[in-house]
């Protein structure tokens, strides 16, 4: 996260040029009007965080609906413009978000990621009110989806491998944590799976009761194998993909962190280290979410 310009920084509040005032594309007049108020409502030296989603056109046919994560012009942090591994950015001012004074800097980078797609793949989920949520995986997203679908009233059970996922997990309040392939205790209203793991999509579907949806949060998926129409998706279970995240997505979710402290486990490392964290990562060495310190 950074603060917007304001002499020097302290910590990991790094600062960013304001950016330009006119958007050269053109917009619908509220829309405008509305961008322009978020605009000038920021004002120096504030703590700001800079998320995945940095543009879209706003007037496409998924924008126009509220789907702005599937507009076709939308740019991604890291992806289509520098910022995500750095000490200095410049970022949209419609797309930045205001950040909860409770959390320090450490804590709050994981939510403007991890904690904003683990929110998307929770509403995708379609998990009713105090229903059964199986989480599969259980990495950075997870760890705190979990923490808003038990503040919301689900009994929630984790299928992960690795051991201390699955003692984190019954210490952040899961009613249960078992291996992946394992079966829940009990029927599952609702299910995401945040590991990239396609062998595991009939496994979650098997282990929805009727009327269930799966959602499969991961930008990437290995192969899935062949599903069987009356084990995996009759008596209307649903498989859902979940594609970025809108910006409303990301100010819910950070409304909610304000009114309840989560508790956000992270692995730090110096920006020098990033590709030790990426390698941790990958090798199942990170407990939660690492965070890159610059």
Same mark, same amino acid.
Not at 93 to 107: I, K, M, T
């Given at each position: ?26 917009? @619908? ?30 007037? $496409?046919?998924? $924008? ?48 403007? $990621? ?134 409303? @997505? ?45």
């Amino acid at each position: 996260m950074w603060r917007l310009p304001h002499g020097s920084a302290r910590g990991r509040g790094r600062p960013a040029r304001a950016p330009p005032q006119r958007d050269p594309r053109p917009r @619908d007049r509220r829309r405008g009007r509305r961008a322009r108020r978020r605009r000038r409502g920021l004002q120096l030296g504030e703590r700001v965080g800079v998320a995945w989603l940095r543009h879209t056109d706003g007037t $496409c046919p998924y $924008c126009m609906r509220g789907a702005e994560n599937l507009c076709p012009e939308s740019r991604y942090t890291g992806w289509d413009a520098d910022g995500g591994y750095a000490e200095y950015t410049v970022a949209p001012a419609a797309y930045v978000y205001r950040l909860p004074d409770r959390y320090s800097d450490v804590e709050v980078a994981p939510l403007l $990621c991890a904690g904003i797609i683990g929110f998307r793949a929770l509403r995708r989920a379609d998990l009713p009110p105090g229903g059964r949520l199986g989480v599969y995986g259980f990495g950075a997203s997870a760890h705190l989806a979990i923490q808003v679908a038990i503040a919301q009233g689900a009994r929630v059970h984790v299928l992960t491998r690795a051991a201390a996922a699955r003692e984190l997990a019954l210490d952040l309040g899961a009613a249960s944590a078992g291996g992946a392939y394992d079966p829940p205790p009990e029927p599952l209203d609702a299910a995401i799976l945040f590991a990239p793991v396609g062998t595991l999509v009939p496994v979650a579907l098997a282990a929805l009761d009727r009327g269930g949806t799966l959602a499969v949060a991961g930008v990437t998926l290995t192969d899935i194998p062949s599903l069987n129409y009356e084990k995996h998706l009759f008596q209307e279970r649903e498989l859902r993909s979940v594609t970025a995240n809108t910006r409303e @997505d990301g100010r819910d979710f950070l409304t909610f962190a304000a009114n309840h402290r989560l508790r956000v486990t992270v692995t730090p490392y110096p920006l020098t280290a990033a590709d030790t964290a990426l390698a941790d990562l990958a090798g199942d060495r990170v407990n939660g979410a690492a965070v890159l310190l610059p």
